[in-house]
């Protein structure tokens, strides 16, 4: 049965990105097929993947936009083999346009699942990236998906609003767009080792969420090899295998199989 899993969260730069392609790796390196979905119009996953967005053709915004204007939507051209092994279904700029095209499309919440259902059954793993917002792009996702993981920088936790995202997955349960939708977990990013803060941080969120939602044991350090490696257009598995960040994302892969076998 194939997995499918969005990562989300509306704010910006908590790690959606560098998530997904790690996990994807990680993932992959455990003999999993698995498929990379940028579903951001900005393209960093898929240039974290190698490919130029402003390039790189058909992408999900041709088979989204196949599906909504009532074409076959032909999905399987844009699904390209990374170099690490996984598969990319990459995104481009003019993106951003299906998110206005889609509201005024029937069935406008599962546009993405539509497009995703012919292809879902050749991987175990389907990883959804996600843009920074709760628009329509990210309720499809959710309306897609089996489960998400909720990535959320250490120290933004106690911000206020901060897991608005929790809003979102209530109502596509509630408006039985996806009544079955779990939260796989948050998982802390970018934490900061030199202080105690992460810790501290982490048993916030545990006094506050930890009943109800799930938080990955796995603390993702803060480490420049991140940023490296999204540069070098590689996971961080593959750019420095060894490194404390790619073990901490197969450590994330351990636990997730764990979470949702
Ligand atoms: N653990 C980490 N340590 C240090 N830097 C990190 C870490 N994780 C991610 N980064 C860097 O932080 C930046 C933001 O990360 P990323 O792009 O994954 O966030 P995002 O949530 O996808 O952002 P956006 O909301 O814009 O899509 C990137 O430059 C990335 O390389
Ligand atoms: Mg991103």
Redesign the pocket.
Known sequence: MTQIIAVA?Q?????????TVNLAAALTEMGKRVLAVDL?P?G?LTQHCGFDPDRVSPTIYDAMKAEIEGYENRVAASIYPTAESFHLLPSQPELSMTELALINTLSRERVLWTVLEPIAGRYDYILI?C??SLGLLVVNALTAANSVII?IQAEYLAARGALMILSSIETVRRKKLNPDLSIAGILL??ADTRTLLAQEVREAVTAQYGNSIYIFETL?????R??ES?AAGQSILAYDSKSQ?ADAYRQVAHELLRRIR
């Open positions: 969260m704010k910006g730069g908590v790690g959606k990105t560098t998530t951001d900005q960093n990236d843009n920074p990535p990013t970018m993702v350090r803060r480490s420049i991140f940023a999204a960040g």
